[in-house]
């Protein structure tokens, strides 16, 4: 069973950080292209940033672009997104999910039996 479990939410000011981890088991960890998605209340999901499983790719978000870094250990199974000079309009609940584009441009997940999340994490930014 596939399993992906988000860490390290929390509540900071406007310009503090935090650092979210994602401990996937279940599956082939270091072969597998990882996604970082975030969803507003009330709003759609959104991709923020995607690593390929050398890390030699990695997409961001332009909204996120110089204020987030994604990274990886494939020995320990783990996804990483180091968030910098947050912004309150980075609130939102932050979860961690397998392939390159797991989210459909509706907003929605792609349910297909390459798509896995998890939980989610909340990230809450105040003034």
């Known amino acids: 069973e596939v399993r992906l479990e988000e860490s390290g939410g929390g509540s900071v000011q406007v310009g503090g950080s935090l650092r979210l981890s994602c401990k996937g088991s279940g599956f082939t960890f270091a072969s597998t292209t990882m996604t970082w998605v975030r969803q507003v209340a009330g709003k759609g999901l959104e991709r923020v940033s995607s690593?390929?499983?050398?890390?030699?790719?990695?997409y961001y978000k332009d909204s996120v672009k110089g204020r987030f870094t994604t990274s990886r250990d494939n020995t320990k199974n783990t996804l990483y997104l180091q968030m910098n000079r947050l912004k309150t309009e980075d609130t939102a609940v932050y979860y961690c999910?397998?392939?390159?584009?797991?989210?459909?441009?509706?907003?929605?997940?792609?349910?297909?039996?390459?798509?896995?999340w998890g939980q989610g994490t909340q990230v809450t930014v105040s003034p």
């Open positions: 690593i390929k499983p050398d890390s030699n790719l990695i």
């Open positions: 999910a397998t392939s390159w584009l797991p989210v459909r441009d509706d907003g929605q997940w792609y349910t297909t039996s390459d798509t896995h």
